[in-house]
């Protein structure tokens, strides 16, 4: 049974270190998390052997040998606990083991699982409700049951095909985009797909430097206001750019591989906040 314990305990603190590394990942947002899971599933028992070094050198115990009632009989040396660390399970002599086995053994197993479940668990928190379209305010638009994507537009929408140059090897972006005009106020929805290069880090991070090259290609544009928000279940970022006396009110956002530009362009002048929540409000990728 010490043996048992001992393995459950080790299992214990890889797990529970995984979960703590797996949230500060994920809220940093520079990975993907699936990237994010593999990597630290590889790293953590390596991260994990300094730890634990540290802690058996200062309390004489871990997380999950304290919880199953496991402690060394006496603080090692700092080479002690390091070469202690770097065996599986440790060494049954040097342990003193308390009662309540069974009750210790059933909570540890069930926070294994807990921590072990934490990227599922993360993800589902992270969820939003599904986007649905509503007709309510779209009297005189003109809906648009695209293949790629549904969406009103003020106007009948006319759409054009580009090509967006990319710096060094990677291949130019095929861009397609929508664009309706009424009242001088014009607006489109543009998409293209990103390349598989791209596609490893976090969508945060590809729509943050994504904009800011947009930004930055175009002339006599400055960034007025940058900040990310929600898409229904997706990340997505809003900004807002000067551009040749223009206003330009905008939303990026990334489904799966695929780039969506949501903009509302129109005189400094001109109230178009209700424009811009309705024409973002119907969009929906498919």
Request: hydrophobic share 40%.
């Amino acid at each position: 049974m010490s043996f048992f314990k001992r393995l459950l305990s080790k299992i214990f603190d890889y797990t529970l270190f995984f979960s703590i590394l797996y949230l500060i990942g994920n809220k940093l947002d520079i990975v993907k998390p699936q990237l994010l899971a593999s990597a630290l599933a590889i790293t953590t028992p390596l991260l994990w052997i300094l730890v634990e070094t540290f802690l058996l050198k200062i309390c004489g115990s871990t997380p999950g040998k304290a919880l199953l009632g496991i402690r060394l009989q006496q603080k090692p040396t700092l080479k002690k606990s390091f070469i202690l660390s770097l065996l599986p399970f440790g060494q049954k002599d040097q342990f003193t083991y308390k009662t309540g086995g069974a009750l210790r053994i059933i909570l540890s197993l069930l926070l294994i699982t807990i921590f072990t479940a934490s990227p599922i668990i993360c993800d589902h928190l992270h969820k939003k409700s599904i986007l649905t379209i509503q007709t309510e305010g779209y009297e005189n638009w003109t809906a648009h049951p695209g293949d790629l994507f549904s969406a009103y537009f003020p106007a009948k929408p006319e759409s054009a095909d580009n090509v967006i140059p990319t710096p060094d090897d990677y291949e130019d972006l095929q861009v397609t985009e929508y664009k309706a005009t009424l009242d001088d106020t014009e607006y489109s929805i543009a998409y293209a797909t990103v390349p598989p290069t791209f596609l490893k880090y976090s969508n945060s991070m590809i729509l943050k430097h994504t904009m800011k090259g947009m930004a930055n290609q175009m002339e006599d544009t400055t960034i007025v206001h940058r900040d990310y928000s929600e898409h229904g279940s997706h990340k997505a970022v809003d900004y807002v750019l000067n551009s040749k006396g223009k206003t330009i009110t905008g939303r990026m956002l990334l489904v799966n591989d695929r780039m969506y530009k949501i903009e509302v362009t129109s005189d400094p002048s001109t109230e178009i906040a209700t424009q811009v929540d309705l024409f973002r409000s119907a969009f929906i990728p498919n």
